[in-house]
């Protein structure tokens, strides 16, 4: 949707009047709050690059260069920072988050090759333990790998942190604010990889035993902590008991040398965080939360191959948090955006909780 005004006159007395101007997303821009939404929308859930999408309007007859497009989502990132800010608050308010990273690759500048960023993820999602506070997610990015930037994203976080074994997150648990509670998923994949290249009496039986504890968390999802911590008690913790004591037999026939003993001992290592889930109900087997919030990069990794800048990195893990916060929610993220942007310019800043999707979604409902 472009912005157009009509300028009428009169044929009687020639005088010319002409409607007020309504409010822009973008000041002097052409661009409504229509278009915005939708071309962030094709970007960052449904992965079309901006010189695809530049070609897929001239098809149309419609010229939008790509240098364009890219300042519009600039634009539109500026104007949806508080809201992002927002949304940062809502998950870090959390006492569980759902912790992991990917990469990005970003463009170097001066030598045409890029580098290796990060894109965190922190999910706010305690629905499958029978809480009604709204899912979210809050991505932040980083120009590497460096322990110091969770540390400084979960700087005022207490609580439960679920992630993989990540060297940087020790000095999280050391502040004694934060427990670590590991993901099972992570420690199935050591023996499902070696499974998949060559299946052997050990990975078949690591992979079954995994699997019974699964089966448990099927029939108790969405049940209340209580409820589900004493169904693990009574069923998980001795299929986890026996678990650790064949894990410490079969060890040792093996050689620690060999791939299948690095899988054992990755669990070992791990295990007062892997089986932290049968005390607290809150806790979730495993970390999926977080990785099905990064599918979404993967994807568009493929497409766009990398962030032109830091500042494009920026905006990536700001419109990822949105649009993923929107599909948490059951929200249509471009019917989401499209009012949000209709109406922040002229929002007081201080209210911008107003646009949370959980808040407005009756708003916009059904356009």
């Not at 506070?133 to 991505?139: E, H, K, L, S």
């Not at 940087?168 to 509670?181: C, H, L, R």
């Not at 007081?348 to 059904?366: E, I, M, Q, S, T």
């Amino acid at each position: 949707m472009l912005f157009y005004r009509s300028l009428l006159a009169c044929a009687c007395c020639d005088a010319i009047v002409q409607a007020p101007a309504a409010s822009r997303p973008i000041e002097r821009g052409l661009a409504g709050p229509g278009l915005l939404a939708h071309v962030l929308v094709a970007k960052f859930a449904d992965h079309i690059p901006l010189y695809r999408q530049s070609t897929m309007y001239a098809r149309e007859g419609v010229e939008l260069e790509r240098a364009l497009l890219a300042n519009w989502v600039g634009v539109a990132g500026a104007l949806l920072r508080p809201l992002v800010d927002a949304l940062r608050r809502h998950v870090l308010a959390a006492t569980k988050l759902h912790a992991d990273d990917t990469p990005l690759p970003v463009l170097a500048p001066g030598n045409g090759k890029t580098r290796t960023a990060r894109l965190w993820t922190y999910v706010r999602d305690d629905r499958a333990s029978g809480d009604s506070t709204p899912p979210a997610v809050w991505f932040a990015y980083t120009p590497d790998r460096k322990g110091e930037h969770p540390q400084a994203h979960l700087a005022n976080f207490s609580g439960l942190l679920q992630a993989d074994a990540y060297a940087g997150f020790n000095a999280i648990y050391e502040t004694g604010k934060v427990s670590e509670a590991a993901c099972w998923a992570h420690a199935r994949r050591k023996f499902y990889d070696l499974h998949a290249a060559r299946p052997s009496a050990v990975t078949t039986e690591a992979l079954r035993r995994i699997g019974e504890l699964y089966v448990i968390e099927d029939s108790i999802r969405g049940k209340p902590p209580d409820e589900r911590c004493a169904t693990r008690q009574q069923h998980a913790r001795p299929l986890l008991d026996d678990l650790e004591r064949w894990l410490h037999a079969t060890l040792a026939t093996l050689s620690r040398k060999s791939d299948t003993a690095a899988a054992i001992l990755y669990s070992l290592k791990l295990w007062p965080a892997l089986t932290r889930y049968c005390d607290d109900g809150r806790i979730e087997i495993d970390n999926s939360a977080a990785e099905r919030a990064l599918r979404g990069v993967a994807l568009g990794r493929r497409n766009f191959l990398f962030a032109g800048a830091d500042s494009g990195g920026e905006r990536a893990a700001a419109m990822y948090g949105l649009i993923g916060t929107a599909k948490l929610n059951g929200v249509d993220p471009e019917a989401w955006l499209r009012y949000v942007l209709t109406h922040i310019a002229d929002h007081p800043v201080n209210r911008v909780d107003d646009f949370l999707p959980w808040n407005c979604a009756d708003k916009f409902a059904g356009v």
